[in-house]
């Protein structure tokens, strides 16, 4: 009997870590991915110090440990990484060195430029500066290539000088323009793009004056691409919306929500913490949303791969 009952339990712990999702070690799939990286947005990381500083730099801190274990080869902030004061800049360098020491492909955000409410001597060039030398860009929109995908992070170049005109969306000067045109076709293999501001009727509140000045330039641009997956914050809707993952025009949207503070409903969530977490394989690039305050993943969306022989064996 004790021999039968050693037997069924050791198929039983067989059984268990040989389907995929399930064992001791946690989930695990048989297939690895060609690479996986994290997706930041709107993490407004605070120095000065108050309730929001704690609030901001726990979620942060959290949300970096959270994902560590995960082993992404690099992580994403997609603007608004803090309220704009150099030392908050320097706080969120120094948290990423602590917990992870991720690799980080940063894009600036509307509240990049806040200090100049605060300093009236300080203006968009200021805050272009020390946005660059903080985190090592020689400019503000730039790409690389990782496994054959290419990568594209876009920045708006212009806050208080346009600030009456525009609001809080993106304004992008002719020259990114002409340059995103030119990198993003120069090349047809799948193609993650990185912008602060939502495209105008993409993904949730879009249309309140918060998204791109140039939309149509953009669209025009994207839909001409084979493959294009486009990735916005701005908004803080939780990525949990049906509004937040859209397919239109060989171009999948796809909102980032907040780490700092995501809205649900009508009403700001004090107690989540949302990003996205991707993984590309060589016939598929699976998106999946990070719950932070779960420790866990929520829903997960697949999409094909056009092109196949574009993507590192």
């Known amino acids: ?169 993106a304004w992008l000067s002719d020259e990114q323009l002409r340059w995103f045109e030119k990198t993003l076709l120069g090349s047809k293999a799948p193609t993650f793009v990185f912008l602060h501001q939502p495209l105008d009727r993409t993904v949730g509140k879009t249309d309140r004056g918060i998204s791109a000045v140039q939309t149509r330039q953009l669209l025009a641009i994207a839909q001409k691409h084979p493959q294009v997956v486009w990735f916005s914050g701005h908004s803080h809707v939780s990525i949990t919306a049906p509004t937040e993952f859209l397919r239109q025009d060989n171009i999948t949207f796809v909102g980032l929500g907040s780490v700092y503070q995501p809205i649900v409903g009508m009403s700001a969530d004090h107690f989540k913490s949302e990003s996205r977490f991707v993984e590309l394989y060589r016939d598929r690039i699976v998106i999946r949303d990070r719950l932070h305050h779960k420790n866990s993943f929520g829903a997960a969306y697949t999409i094909p791969i056009s092109d196949k022989s574009l993507l590192t064996p």
């Open 1 to 169: 009997m004790r021999q039968y009952f050693a037997f069924a339990l050791c198929m039983l712990l067989m059984a268990v870590l040989l389907i995929p999702g399930t064992g001791f070690a946690g989930p695990r799939q048989l297939e690895e991915p060609l690479l996986q990286f994290a997706v930041f947005s709107d993490v407004h990381v605070m120095a000065e110090w108050s309730i929001d500083h704690y609030k901001s730099t726990f979620k942060f801190t959290h949300a970096l440990r959270d994902i560590a274990p995960l082993k992404p080869d690099f992580l994403v902030i997609n603007g608004d990484l803090s309220n704009g004061r150099p030392k908050d800049l320097e706080l969120v360098r120094k948290l990423l060195k602590a917990n992870g020491n991720f690799k980080l492909y940063p894009t600036m955000g509307n509240h990049e430029y806040y200090y100049q409410w605060e300093m009236p001597d300080w203006n968009d060039d200021r805050a272009k500066a020390v946005f660059r030398k903080t985190f090592g860009l020689g400019k503000l929109y730039y790409d690389h290539v990782e496994q054959g995908a290419h990568f594209i992070h876009l920045s708006p170049e212009q806050y208080m000088a346009k600030q009456k005109e525009i609001g809080e969306a």
